[in-house]
């Protein structure tokens, strides 16, 4: 069930602009510890995922050392055919990280061992990923279209063997909500939450 806020809340880049909450977030429940999976093989970075040209210019500041550190050029990291013009990225442009057919997964994938090389290769510089790690990757198991914060498409088709086990999507995603969208937000959507797990124990 899809809910109107009783506010807006701009990213913390400007766009998105989040107004509206499906109440799936609250209901849906996922392993959340994707680091101490032994049993998903990376699946939510299976397809690649859309990515701001603002922020594609913020990871071309590390070119040299993103291609010593993950063993791969520049021109594969990027899908141009996949460019897009849309008014809830930053900037209203973007493209999409490439598929590696090979991996059979996002091109940033460390298939040697695990997770995201781009969050791997900031932790490794000390610096914050969400610079340079792409704003969808880091709000999984959550998303927006049209400014409602919602599953993705993944979640919904049930393409991710996580589904089921551990917290709700947005206990999960909620300290990503907060460094994107601010303490409004959460608070908002902590208040739904307590009133939908109120009507649960009364119902």
């Not at 602009?17 to 939510?44: A, W």
């Not at 409602?148 to 498409?153: A, F, G, R």
Request: charged share 30%; hydrophobic share 35%.
């Amino acid at each position: 069930m899809e809910i109107k806020l009783k506010n807006s809340y701009p990213s913390i880049q400007k766009l998105p602009v989040i107004h509206s909450v499906d109440t799936d977030i609250f209901e849906v429940t996922y392993f959340m510890k994707c680091m101490e999976c032994s049993f998903c093989k990376d699946q939510c970075c299976e397809w690649g995922a859309d990515i701001d040209m603002q922020n594609v210019a913020r990871l071309m500041k590390y070119k040299d050392e993103l291609e010593q550190f993950t063993g791969i050029k520049s021109e594969r990291w990027f899908d141009e055919s996949e460019k897009g013009t849309d008014y809830e990225y930053p900037g209203n442009d973007y493209m999409r990280t490439m598929f590696d057919e090979e991996k059979d997964a996002c091109i940033f994938l460390n298939t040697q061992s695990r997770g995201c090389m781009l969050h791997s290769f900031a932790l490794s510089k000390g610096m914050d990923y969400h610079e340079i790690k792409p704003t969808f990757c880091s709000l999984f198991p959550v998303t927006y279209m049209d400014g409602v914060l919602m599953t993705p498409e993944e979640i919904d088709e049930g393409l991710t063997a996580c589904l089921g086990d551990g917290p709700t999507l947005y206990q999960g995603s909620r300290d990503e909500l907060l460094y994107y969208f601010g303490e409004g937000l959460v608070a908002e959507l902590d208040e739904l939450q307590n009133e939908i797990l109120e009507k649960k124990k009364t119902a």
